[in-house]
């Protein structure tokens, strides 16, 4: 009975809160046209007289840019294999890596790289084709003073 008056009551006041919807129409007033008539092009085409102008022959171009000379040492194209290299540290900031880079590499006898490895950017000494190379050379990186260098495998350059 409960849930009947409360339906019952719902029902009258959703019919007595409703208002009549009325339509009202008002004039617009003068109907103005979004384009104007374009009239006809008059340009008399009869007196229009083309002139050639002569070839040139020598052309003369000008660069923003300034002209290198090339390299008298062309670098040798590096062949590339599977290997490992021995991660010494690893950073969010490039600017970090890269001085991280270059005391490693005032100091030790392996080529050092940065690599970037999402999220970072990650310092790595050597090319070692087999693991036994890369543990060895860890070997000497703790005795040099790094902390907690580790082996990862990676495409290395082969020379």
Do not use: H, W
């Not at 019952?8 to 004039?27: D, F, N, R, W, Y």
């Not at 543990?135 to 005795?143: C, D, E, G």
Request: hydrophobic residues 35%; negative net charge; charged residues 25%.
């Amino acid at each position: 009975m409960r849930y009947f008056i409360g339906t019952l009551t719902m029902i009258v006041l959703t019919s007595l809160g409703c208002a009549k919807k009325e339509t009202v129409i008002q004039p617009i007033g003068e109907v103005q046209p979004i384009f104007e008539e374009v009239s006809p092009d008059t340009t008399d085409t009869s007196t229009v007289v083309f002139i050639e102008e002569p070839e040139t022959t020598a052309v003369e171009t000008s660069s923003i840019f300034k002209e290198v000379a090339p390299e008298e040492e062309i670098t040798p194209e590096v062949k590339k294999a599977s290997g490992y290299r021995v991660q010494i540290g690893a950073y969010k900031d490039q600017a970090y890596a890269e001085k991280s880079a270059e005391k490693a590499r005032k100091v030790l006898s392996q080529k050092v790289y940065v690599e970037y490895v999402m999220p970072y950017y990650k310092v790595r000494v050597g090319n070692f084709l087999n693991r036994a190379e890369a543990a060895q050379y860890r070997k000497q990186l703790i005795n040099s003073g790094y902390k907690k260098p580790f082996i990862v495998e990676t495409t290395i350059n082969v020379e």
